[in-house]
């Protein structure tokens, strides 16, 4: 157990669960003529279902504001504090928060609702389904450490591709070099696994610093998994029938759970 990673879950090998928001006002799913009721409402019931099978951590998304951006407008940030605002009360876990693809937005709300860890794009260029994605780490960096919250960093982005030929091993020392606290390797698109080999290969670079996998990890596969990974982020295989938009099913995420448990308690043996 890493000491990042102990002092935020209290447990090895974390299973943080992702908290997917409807699409919020401004972008062009969300139906102008209904308020936040309904999203608040779909995200209080994955809530109650998450917690009840046992998850130990949960991070806010803003998953269906597709098209995604690079910059996101003030509105996403105020609605995403203001729907974790309402829900805090019921939070029993330690929660994150993702703006898909904004870093500063991330650490923005993260800081409004007392979040612990952001997940984003901190370090790196890439090329993107979006355009060129260009994060400015040092400010976003310095910014979330003076707000005592962690910075789990992707080096394997969904959508894109890194430029230049630098490896997943470079990649990883030399974000942790820069500043970052947590290592996420991911799939080519949400509910795709991550690959072993590039989680192996963070790894070794990085031995110090925690490396977890960020998509497509479902109860088959959560166990070897976790033999590399120092934890998962799990949304996609949650929710009814393994659908992204679906609610979370609480049949799935409980059997998820029980498979996490499992697994940490033979490798604990």
Request: proline residues 7%; contains cysteine; glycine residues 8%.
């Amino acid at each position: 157990m890493t000491p990042l990673l102990s002092s935020l879950f209290g447990t090895p090998k974390p299973v943080i669960a992702m908290m997917h928001a409807g699409a919020l006002p401004g972008r062009p799913r969300h139906d102008p003529g209904q308020n936040l009721e309904p999203v608040r409402d779909a995200l209080a019931r994955d809530l109650d279902a998450l917690q009840k099978a046992g998850v130990n951590g949960l991070l806010f998304c803003n998953e269906a504001d597709l098209p995604y951006r690079l910059r996101t407008g003030p509105e996403t940030a105020a609605a995403m504090a203001a729907l974790v605002g309402e829900l805090r009360a019921g939070i029993h876990v330690p929660f994150g928060i993702d703006i898909v693809w904004d870093p500063a937005a991330s650490l923005a709300v993260a800081r409004a609702t007392g979040a612990c860890f952001v997940r984003e794009v901190f370090t790196g260029t890439y090329e993107s389904d979006l355009g060129l994605m260009q994060p400015a780490a040092e400010a976003h960096q310095q910014q979330a450490h003076q707000q005592d919250v962690a910075v789990f960093a992707n080096i394997t982005p969904e959508f894109a591709s890194p430029l230049g030929n630098r490896t997943t091993t470079e990649r990883a020392r030399d974000a942790v070099l820069l500043g970052v606290d947590a290592i996420l390797v991911t799939g080519p698109i949400t509910g795709l696994p991550a690959s072993l080999e590039e989680l192996q290969a963070a790894k070794h670079a990085v031995p110090g610093t925690p490396v977890l996998a960020s998509t497509g990890v479902t109860a088959g596969t959560v166990k070897k998994t976790l033999e590399t990974a120092d934890g998962v982020i799990v949304g996609t295989h949650l929710k009814r029938d393994g659908v992204t938009w679906n609610p979370v099913d609480p049949v799935r995420a409980a059997a998820f759970m029980a498979a996490a448990t499992r697994a940490k308690a033979e490798m604990a043996v």
